[in-house]
């Protein structure tokens, strides 16, 4: 039967490492190798660095969320002693245009407001002096008149703006930035045959990760050669100078990116480029390097890196047995006042969007929205956390309105083992699973049968003790036509397609193994990881490699943590160095043992004779011999002196979008999976949630260290906590952000966290990746909100209070309980 | 989120101290600084000066003195949280401590600073008008004593004149036999409360005698409820009593609305937990 997926071919793997059991490093949990350094104080962030002369920048920022600029004095500022200069908008522009931006068409914006501010925290003039007091103090002298125009808070309302309320009005007529629709397969058709269509109302609000050190630039111009040098603790710094040379007017090779240690990102650093753009602009015009750390308010007004904000009509058409047939939805996202890439967060919920289970097609209407906030950016899950969040409330949906049991309608539809690598409707693939296996170990870890009595026998004491279980997917290895593919049908302004991860290592005549990665640590475990990977494949001990980062000069291709891509990708470059690091060895060695290369082997560190212990080399003699003593050696290229190579990894399968989007092509087919199994007890009379019982277990492929990963997930169940129970911008009908700071913008912390994390994994390796490796970055804010939701609806089913909007704060949760209290009481 | 300009002095007694508040214009004492410094860097205060009294000798006391608790200018909230003087003799405090910051803030911050900085949604001024606390209150010109009653004026407001210090809390052993509770709730441990609700009564022959009530977090300033007060004198513990008491409470108070917490939620947690800490308070009376 023809489908509309016929076209969308799964290339073959080109894995050349195969899982296997009984590895020797890869599966360890070695310490850290970060740690260290990190962890006495030497790691050296952005606010660590210093360049003879630098200044110090500040900003005055927007009090209002949509605004005409009628003027700026600047005059006292100026005249502040230590002051080196203050610029406006229109001063930055004389260096600088407007930022880059992957959405198609573009929504203009400035890194520095010109004219008009459209939301609350940006920038309307900086501030360049001798320390950063000067500078606040002469911020706070800069006197702006405004003229205050409306302000479009609510996601349904700004729709409808118009007048002076239109954010962008000389580029767009509404506040409707870009509304698309997509079929993926015979939705209609499937809706038409269902014998039930469930239907919910479901709001995600917005958030942010909050990482615990802000986004910072130090920035040189250099006027003679006309070129940049820039510290900056980006994610992404081998590709940024191609994503904003433009913007600084050179070329992306006059840019040098230098890398810092990031204090976290979790997406918020992916690009920075706004204040890269600004902090260099800056020191253009006042003709010193310029430091720019934002503060803690900064970070929250203006980061660009506030999470999804979405509100969904879905629907999904069930048979009477209970078999899903299709998902259809139109979803609203208030993406603030900008829209930077686009709707990349709903391409890539595109990647997992009908969950662990056999749905036969999909529709989307996606509009995206512009309100007076600040713009979105990534935020660990990039949008898939609310599509996992939506597909589980649509199944619990299900199981409530035909009476069954929730975990066994998961059951019924879930992807079998032996259909992968399945491919969903929208084109994209799940490559490996075992969602039966991770699903019978979460519920075995938590004795989830003797729960569910428990929590039933407790409720009938009166006590609202409930579980929940949710099943979900954990994309990785993120391809990069998903921050375009949904875009309008014009070409996006920036394109990639293979997301390249780039190594370069050497062996030194001591034996030593020096190591270049093209990509941040942002508290994350590069190092750890390379360290394992290469122990194992070429068999040095761990204490011997040791490893730097490349700027974006010296360095190569690299994109970066982000979109659980790095393990699998530096892995991917780690088995390719060493392919070519081997064959050197061997040639080398052969010819120091007087054997041929098919004969040798290599050892702990050292190339030796199959079968022949005391016949070898060690990696530093010959390291040693190839670098130094040439003449050894055969006079021929092949023995040219040295053991150093450098080698790049391309995204392992992936392929383009169907021309009319028929399907988006395979974008993120590395696929881990993930049951969350958790036991709450609700205080009906305050709304707290105690969390009593928590199970996770990760299917992300063969693991590198568990230990790391076990952070991620951990990291990421606290994140999905906070976003469940906790977290929330509040923005007030003026569009003020009522809660931009720790006290009142609520991240659980350990008090807030499960007191008996259960932690379990199941390996099931990728066939496409070497060693079968998948992601695992995101973790656990994938599969926490959804566990949590159904858990405090169980918990509550006296009540029988609903869950429709996240998060439930404790204020919330009351409202919700008061109300069914309302309507007992009347009933 | 640099402080504006401010002087700074470090004395070594307090004379000097007292001294250079009646000089200086705009002065502020820095003890632990948990508040005031974040709200400099805020730049919402912006004091003209800081007299900083950490070299102070001599403030840092928590003693018994015959049937009062004296605790200095300079005794740390975590002192205090562990001190066996107040955990023997007033242990109401000790668990309020429990919902007090975080031990990073408990470890600077001290007592009298967070008294003078009268957050109406902190714990231990509530605490105080629970306690009819003296705060004793210094200048160059002499010391006077005030009630914690008329201490707490406002939100962020207290009955300190420009030139005055906080120098000493003085608490009266609350006597044998007497029940206590504190609970609270905020979005997370540490936080402002939402609803703080303390209680305090002694109990003869099966009757409530003398109790005391109060909240914080659901008004301008920390409050002792009368009404509830009233209702409960001279009535035996039952739950229809607190039941009673919890909805006198609700009625009395008119809390903040904010973002996070509407005044209706805080009056349903005052509802909720006024009930709560009646009945422990009554069930730990003798």
Redesign the interface.
């Known amino acids: 039967m023809a489908s509309h997926l016929d076209s969308n071919v799964i290339p073959p793997s080109r894995q050349r490492e195969v899982p296997r059991q009984g590895m020797t490093w890869i599966g360890q949990s070695i310490k850290r190798v970060e740690d260290p350094r990190i962890l006495s104080g030497k790691g050296g962030y952005i606010d660590d660095i210093t360049v003879p002369g630098m200044a110090h920048a500040a900003m005055v920022r927007s009090p209002h969320a949509h605004a005409r600029i009628v003027s700026i004095d600047t005059s006292k500022a100026k005249d502040l002693p230590g002051v080196i200069g203050v610029y406006t908008g229109e001063d930055l522009a004389t260096v600088v245009d407007p930022c880059p931006s992957f959405a198609s068409p573009p929504v203009p914006q400035h890194a520095m407001s010109i004219g008009k501010v459209r939301h609350v925290g940006e920038v309307v003039a900086a501030v360049v002096a001798e320390d950063?007091?000067i500078a606040?103090?002469a911020a706070?002298l800069i006197e702006v008149e405004w003229d205050v125009l409306p302000a479009n808070v609510d996601i349904e309302a700004s729709l409808e703006a118009t007048g002076d309320a239109v954010i962008h009005p000389d580029d767009r007529e509404s506040n409707s930035a870009l509304d698309q629709t997509f079929a993926f397969g015979p939705v209609e058709q499937h809706f038409a045959e269902a014998d039930h269509v469930i239907k919910r109302r479901l709001r995600w609000n917005r958030s942010s990760a909050q990482a615990i050190e802000t986004c910072g630039v130090v920035a040189d111009y250099d006027a003679f050669k006309g070129g940049y040098t820039i510290h900056a603790n980006t994610n992404f710094y081998n590709f940024i100078p191609f994503v904003i040379g433009g913007s600084l007017r050179v070329s992306p090779g006059e840019l040098r990116i230098i890398p810092v240690l990031a204090g976290g990102s979790f997406g918020s650093k992916v690009f920075i480029h706004k204040i890269i753009i600004l902090t260099a602009g800056l020191a253009r015009l006042a003709g010193v390097p310029v430091k720019y750390i934002e503060?803690?308010?900064e970070h929250f007004m203006n980061s660009d890196s506030h999470g999804s904000d979405r509100l969904y009509d879905a629907e999904l058409a069930v048979m009477e047995d209970g078999t899903f047939r299709s998902l259809r939805f139109t979803v609203l996202d208030d993406y603030g006042a900008y829209l930077q890439f686009g709707v990349g967060t709903h391409g890539n919920a595109m990647a997992q969007v009908t969950g662990p289970y056999q749905i036969e097609s999909v529709g989307m209407r996606v509009i995206a929205v512009l309100t007076n906030k600040c713009q979105q950016g990534p935020y660990r899950g990039f949008g898939s956390e609310v599509t996992n969040w939506v597909i589980e409330r649509m199944v619990d949906a299900t199981a409530e309105e035909l009476g069954r049991d929730g975990v066994e309608l998961r059951e019924q539809n879930m992807v079998q083992p032996d259909q992968f690598p399945y491919m969903i409707p929208t084109g994209n693939i799940y490559d490996s699973g075992n969602f039966q296996e991770v699903l019978a170990q979460a519920k075995g870890l938590i004795d989830y049968d003797a729960w569910k009595a428990r929590a039933a026998e407790m409720r009938t004491e009166g006590r609202c003790v409930g579980v929940g279980l949710a099943t979900c997917m954990e994309r990785s290895v993120y391809g990069p036509t998903e921050w375009w593919s949904l875009n309008d049908k014009e070409a996006p302004g920036f394109t990639l397609t293979s997301t390249p991860e780039g190594i370069s290592a050497r062996i030194d005549p001591s034996g030593k193994m020096f190591v270049t990665l093209n990509s941040p640590m942002v508290g994350n475990s590069p190092e750890t990881v390379v360290t394992q990977i290469l122990a194992e494949r070429l068999t040095v001990a761990p204490e011997d490699v040791v490893i730097n980062y490349a700027d974006s000069q010296t360095g190569f291709n690299g994109v970066g943590p982000q979109g659980s891509r790095f393990t699998a990708m530096i892995a991917g470059a780690c088995v390719s160095a060493s392919i070519k690091l081997e064959e050197r060895l061997l040639r080398f060695a052969a010819h120091m043992l007087q054997r041929r290369p098919d004969d040798l082997e290599l050892r702990n560190g050292a190339v030796g004779v199959k079968g022949l212990k005391d016949q070898e080399k060690s990696f530093g003699e010959i390291a040693l011999t190839s670098s130094f003593f040439r003449l050894s050696f055969p006079d021929t290229e092949e023995f040219d002196s040295g053991l150093e190579t450098t080698a790049v990894y391309d995204h392992p399968i992936s392929s383009d979008p169907h021309p009319d989007r028929e399907h988006l092509g395979i974008f993120y087919p590395i696929v881990g999976h993930i049951c969350h199994i958790v036991a709450v007890e609700v205080?009906p009379?305050?709304?707290?949630v105690d969390i009593l019982d928590y199970a996770a277990v990760h299917d992300n492929g063969t693991i590198v260290n568990p230990r790391t990963l076990g952070g991620q997930v951990w990291g990421g169940t606290a994140n999905g906590i906070g976003s469940t129970l906790?977290e929330q911008f509040?923005y007030?009908d003026e569009g003020q952000f009522?809660?931009p700071n720790f006290?009142?913008f609520?991240m659980?912390?350990a008090?807030?966290m499960p007191r008996n994390f259960k932690l379990g994994h199941v390996e099931t390796p990728s066939p496409f990746t070497e060693y079968g490796i998948k992601g695992g970055g995101e973790g656990g804010r994938l599969g926490a909100p959804s566990a949590l939701t159904t858990a405090i609806e169980d918990a509550l089913k006296t009540y029988g209070v609903k869950i429709n909007s996240l998060p439930v704060?404790?204020?919330t949760l009351?409202?919700l309980i008061?109300e069914r209290e309302l309507a007992i009481t009347a009933e | 989120?640099?402080?504006?300009?401010f002087e700074y002095s470090r004395p070594d007694d307090l004379p000097t101290v007292l001294a250079l508040l009646a000089d200086q214009e705009d002065a502020r004492i820095l003890a632990g600084g948990q508040s005031l410094v974040p709200m400099m860097n805020?730049?919402i205060a912006q004091p003209a000066a800081l007299i900083d009294i950490n070299r102070v000798p001599g403030l840092d006391y928590i003693r018994m003195e015959g049937d009062v608790i004296a605790i200095g200018a300079l005794a740390r909230h975590a002192d205090i949280q562990r001190s066996p003087v107040i955990q023997s003799n007033i242990p109401i405090m000790t668990e309020a401590y429990d919902w007090v910051a975080?031990s990073a803030v408990r470890n600077r911050g001290t007592l009298c600073g967070n008294l003078c900085h009268a957050d109406p949604a902190s714990e231990m001024p509530a605490l105080m008008q629970l306690l009819e606390a003296q705060m004793v209150v210094a200048s160059h010109t002499g010391q006077r004593e005030v009630p914690a009653a008329d201490f707490f004026t406002g939100t962020y407001e207290t009955a300190l004149e420009p030139d005055e210090m906080l120098t000493e809390v003085r608490i009266a052993k609350p006597a044998a036999g007497t029940g206590w509770r504190f609970e609270e709730?905020s979005?997370?441990?540490?936080?402002?409360a939402?609803a703080a609700c303390a209680a305090m009564l002694r109990l003869e022959a099966g009757q409530i005698a003398m109790p005391r009530v109060a909240v914080a977090g659901v008004g301008d300033a920390p409050m002792r409820l009368d009404a509830v007060e009233a209702i409960l004198t001279g009535q035996a513990p039952s739950e229809d009593l607190f039941q009673t008491a919890a909805q006198t409470g609700a009625d009395a108070i008119d809390p903040p609305e904010t973002?996070?917490?509407?005044a209706?939620?805080r009056k349903?947690?005052v509802?909720?937990?006024l009930p709560r800490v009646l009945s422990t308070a009554a069930e730990r009376a003798e």
């Open positions: 950063r007091y606040e103090d706070d503060d803690r308010m205080d009379g305050t709304g707290k906790f509040i007030d009522t809660n006290a009142e609520a659980p912390t008090n807030e704060t404790p204020p009351r409202g008061r | 989120m640099k402080p504006a300009k805020f730049r975080h709730v979005m997370r441990k540490g936080d402002f939402w973002p996070a917490a509407s209706a939620y349903d947690l509802r909720t937990l």
